[in-house]
T-cell receptor
Framework: SQTIHQWPATLVQPVGSPLSLECTVEGTSNPNLYWYRQAAGRGLQLLFY??????ISSEVPQNLSASRPQDRQFILSSKKLLLSDSGFYLCAWHAGNSYEQYFGPGTRLTVT | AQKVTQAQTEISVVEKEDVTLDCVYE???????LFWYKQPPSGELVFLIRRNSFDEQNEISGRYSWNFQKSTSSFNFTITASQVVDSAVYFC????????????FGSGTRLLVRP
């Protein structure tokens, strides 16, 4: 069966510091991968998605970036965090034409 | 515009009551998919159901049922005989056909089931 992992689970970072969040999927190959952000008490906003290694599409202009160095690995990065980057970051995947996405456990980021 | 509206921000019910969560969507596409997800306090989103735009049959799964009506662009979710474990935030989402499977989420409805 397929599983999706995210780490770290919780992160507290000062403004201006760099960021690296990692997401990996097991049990499938060539998945579509997605990064979402959920601000406190709000819905989910799609940040990036990837249909293959090195292929990244950005949905929202911001100081975040994403990379996909391996088939089942998706990384969210920032060179300098802003207070507004605080939130709950969720990684998701789906395979083939199943349409539904399956989500990881999330990373709660607090920028101080 | 592609949009999902969940007008109910928060609902509170007593255990064993039935509750309906509303979802209204907007899309210019004739082919699309609709979803419901549950977000318990742990934060992880749990997939509940997917519906495609050509299938308007209502669906029942245990205490859960879904009512899809294209005429009103609605995809409502009913929990029968609610339980405390149903307390969570529920999200409705839309995926247009040519969107690379991207999900457009509503703002969510927080359901509190009191014992």
């Amino acid at each position: 069966s397929q599983t999706i992992h995210q780490w770290p689970a919780t992160l507290v970072q000062p403004v201006g510091s760099p960021l690296s969040l990692e997401c990996t999927v097991e049990g499938t190959s060539n998945p579509n991968l997605y990064w979402y952000r959920q601000a406190a008490g709000r819905g989910l906003q799609l940040l990036f998605y990837s249909v293959g290694i090195g292929q990244i599409s950005s949905e929202v202009p911001q100081n975040l970036s994403a990379s996909r160095p391996q088939d089942r690995q998706f990384i969210l990065s920032s060179k300098k965090l802003l207070l507004s980057d605080s939130g709950f970051y969720l990684c998701a995947w789906h395979a083939g034409n199943s349409y539904e996405q399956y989500f990881g456990p999330g990373t709660r980021l607090t920028v101080t | 515009a592609q949009k999902v509206t969940q007008a109910q921000t928060e609902i509170s019910v007593v255990e064993k009551e039935d509750v309906t969560l509303d979802c209204v969507y907007e899309t210019r596409d004739t082919t699309y998919y609709l979803f419901w997800y549950k977000q318990p306090p742990s934060g992880e989103l749990v997939f509940l159901i997917r519906r495609n735009s050509f299938d308007e049959q209502n669906e029942i799964s245990g205490r859960y049922s879904w009512n899809f009506q294209k005429s009103t662009s609605s995809f409502n979710f009913t929990i029968t005989a609610s339980q405390v474990v149903d307390s969570a935030v529920y999200f409705c989402a839309l995926s247009p056909w040519d969107s690379s499977y991207k999900l457009i989420f509503g703002s969510g409805t927080r359901l509190l089931v009191r014992p």
